[in-house]
């Protein structure tokens, strides 16, 4: 339990980063792109999405490439996305919306989030997704990396 607590928070101090760390722009090494539809998730509101290549980087909360899916240029009922530049490799993608408009995936109590998140592999248990149980592998362009949020 104190083992999930502790990789719940390294999520959320990954996804705390995302506002400043989206804003940078470097040399764009990659050859693919990954691309899809984020959908159900609450109108008016954020949504942070944020592509890991390790378990150590999505333990740490240390993402590769984020995207920062603005209140204002939401859709009504979904979106289109695409991390470009991506190199072949094995990857995962988090994604959670921000409800209270703090940048952040809030935490509640024992460590589990309080705001709607998901990985694009849907991942069931009661324990913590693993990297393992969440990647896809990327050698060509990857099109239908859907994220599905269910509305409450």
Request: hydrophobic share 40%; proline share 5%; charged share 20%.
């Amino acid at each position: 339990m104190i083992r999930a607590c502790k990789y719940l928070l390294a999520i959320a101090a990954g996804f705390a980063a995302l506002p400043a760390i989206s804003q940078q722009k470097g040399p764009d090494t990659g050859t693919f792109s990954i691309c899809g539809i984020v959908s159900g998730y609450q109108p008016g509101k954020a949504v942070y999405l944020a592509l890991y290549s390790s378990e150590r980087n999505f333990r740490a909360g240390k993402f590769t490439k984020a995207i920062i899916l603005l209140k204002d240029t939401l859709g009504a009922d979904s979106f289109h996305y695409c991390f470009t530049g991506v190199g072949k490799g094995e990857y995962m993608i988090a994604a959670f919306q921000d409800m209270n408009n703090d940048e952040k995936l809030n935490m509640g109590m024992f460590g589990r989030p309080v705001e709607p998140y998901r990985m694009f592999r849907p991942y069931k248990g009661l324990y913590r997704p693993t990297f393992e149980k969440c990647k896809f592998t990327i050698d060509s362009i990857f099109a239908g990396a859907d994220i599905r949020f269910g509305l409450k």
